[in-house]
Each structure stands twice: as structure tokens, then as C-alpha cells.
């Protein structure tokens, strides 16, 4: 055989091993989609047909017309409540799909925000009057900007919906950077959201997101996190730690505490929590932060971390400059894109928290 057919059939015979090794990866990628796909469905699944099925039997005790006028008022409390959770899960499962498939669209146009919270003020009215909150819009003038409406205004109905005594915070880091990774994240945020509506503490809502997490993955994924609760009456605030990063106090330009604590193990490995929730006393003014390690161990082409650090540098300088927090987190998303060269090997999230008293307020205007 002369040498160049010999070489062109060498290189076929290559090139033929690398199509059937790509296919083999393509092939076993198909079958975990799929699966992942069917674990999805099974998710969603049970998380409408829990609540259809509360307003079905809520609905056959009204029409039997037995009931007292309170409990015909509760049950009708009920029904509202599965009804905007079930409303809930398919605008977030709309959201998904556009985030998965990067369709999400955004229509940003000039808004009058006064105008935008006073009409989800008084959407949230009846909510709020039920659980003995009261709800007020105080704007004298148009406050104009440039943004998407309809997702200002999904932002703003689910601050309202945290309104009262308590606000709940969260942060979840789900393992991988997949649609499974995705799919994780999605489970932990509403088996969290659901079962603390349902009153359960802290420690109980991390062992739910625990069971959640494992039912439909079976151990192979994990998520780490952090659940809290901050009294916005007294400042105390109560945190639980799944294999997470401390969040950092910040106060008067300084750090002046790491919240430490023994870490309880991520969520979906069936190890329970060990540990019971910490406690901190917040002063006015304090600012809390949550972070994901996409943040702290953001890496430079030479293998350099930007660092906590820096990261919490970053926010104190920028707060030192007086300014707002939203403008303070782009410049540090665009910071971090610097670092790494516009390439971003994790995700990276930022929970900024500020506590202020009513009273603190009242002195600051």
C-alpha cells in the first residue's frame, strides 16, 4: 500500500474512533437529560398536585354549607394561599424554562416606581390585613427609572410577601454548573418556601430541602446553604449553616464579625442537622452579607483568588463613596468579570442585608 493511502486510511481510522466516542458521550448525555427530565416532571407533579388537591377538599366542605362563618372564612384563606402558590410554581417554572433555554427576554422602558409600588401595595392589602400588617406607600413625586415593569413588579410582590415581624433570608449553592445544578437549586428554593409557610423552623426547613434534594437525586447531588431569620423588631438574628460560607457583619466600615459556626452537613446527603440554630444581635446600621464561593474564589488567568478580603473591601469602599447598594453589587459583578478575564468558571451570588429600627429611621430623615 503506498504510504499516502496508508496515511489517509490511518487518519480515517481516527476520525472514525472519535465519531464513535463523541457519539457514546452524546448517547449517554440523551439518557441523563432524559432522566432528569422525567425527575422533573414527577417534581412538579407533586408540587401542584398537593395544593389542587387542599382547594378540591376546601371546596367540597364549603359546598356542603355546614360550616360556621370563621371556619367558612378560613377555609377560604386556605384556598387563596395553594392558589398563589400554585401560581407561584408556574411563573417560577416559566422563568426556568427561559433561563435553561436563555430566551429569558426583558423589557426595560421608563417606570414611575412610586406609581408601580403603591399598585402592589394594594394588591397586597388583603394579605396583609390577615396577618395584622399594615401596608403604606409614601412617595410626594414620580420616581422615575429605566427598567422591566412586569419584573420590578415580581420583585416587589415577593418583598411584600416576606412583610411582618420576621424576614426570612436564604442562599443555596447547588453542586455542578448543569441543568441538574439548576434543577437542585429549584428544589431547595421551594421546599424551602413551601414548608416555612407551613411554619416550619429553621432546622426543620433544612431537613425538608435535605429530603427534597435526595428523593429526586438519590445522593448524587448536594446543595450547601444558608437558612435565617431576622427579627426586624430587635435586631437578633437566627441562622442555620449547611456546608456554606459564614456570612460577614459589616459596621462603621468594618468587619466586625464572621458568623462562625459548626456547619451542619449539605443538604441532600441524609446526615442531618447536628447542630442547633446560632444566634447574633444585629446593631442599626449593621450590614449582613451572604455569598457562594463563585464570589471569594473567583480566579485571574495566573491562578490568583480575588479573595474575601477583597470582596468585603470592595462593598466598604463602595458604601464609604455613599453609594446605593444596587450600583455597589454591578460594580462588583463587573469587578469580579475583570478579575477572571470576562471567564467565569462558577457562579457567584450576593445576599446584602442593611437593619435600621424604626426610630433609626425617624433620625436619619
Known sequence: MPPDQATRLAADVLRLRHYDRRFGQVTQQLHETEELKHQFLRTVNHELRTPLTAISSYLELLQDGDLDPATGHEFLSMIERNSDRIRELIDGLLLLASLTTRTVTFEPGPVDVAALVREVVIESLGKAWDASVMLTAHAKTEVSAWADARRLHQVLSQVLDNAGDTLHLSIFDAMGHDTAAGL?????????????????????????????????????????????????????????????????????????????????????????????????????????????????????????????????????????????????LRRLIQTLLDHQHDHLDDDATVLRVEWQTQRHHRLLT
Not at 442555620?240 to 462562625?260: K, Q, T
Open 184 to 328: 437542585t437549586a429549584t428544589i431547595a428554593m421551594g421546599a424551602c418556601r413551601n414548608n416555612r409557610r407551613q411554619g416550619a423552623d429553621l432546622l426543620a426547613v433544612t431537613e425538608a430541602i435535605d429530603a427534597a434534594i435526595a428523593e429526586q437525586f438519590g445522593g448524587t447531588r448536594f446543595a450547601t446553604g444558608i437558612l435565617a431569620d431576622l427579627d426586624i423588631r430587635t435586631g437578633a438574628l437566627r441562622w442555620v449553616n449547611r456546608g456554606h460560607h459564614p456570612p460577614l457583619v459589616l459596621r462603621g466600615g468594618h468587619v466586625v464579625a464572621s458568623l462562625e459556626a459548626e456547619p451542619d452537613p449539605p443538604m441532600s446527603l441524609g446526615m442531618g442537622a447536628c447542630t442547633e440554630s446560632s444566634h447574633y444581635q444585629l446593631q442599626p446600621g449593621d450590614r449582613l452579607l451572604f455569598y457562594t464561593d463563585g464570589v471569594i474564589e473567583a480566579k485571574s488567568p495566573d491562578g490568583h483568588e480575588f479573595g474575601l478580603e477583597r470582596f468585603a473591601d470592595f462593598i466598604i469602599r463602595r458604601e464609604a463613596d455613599g453609594m446605593p447598594a444596587p450600583e455597589t
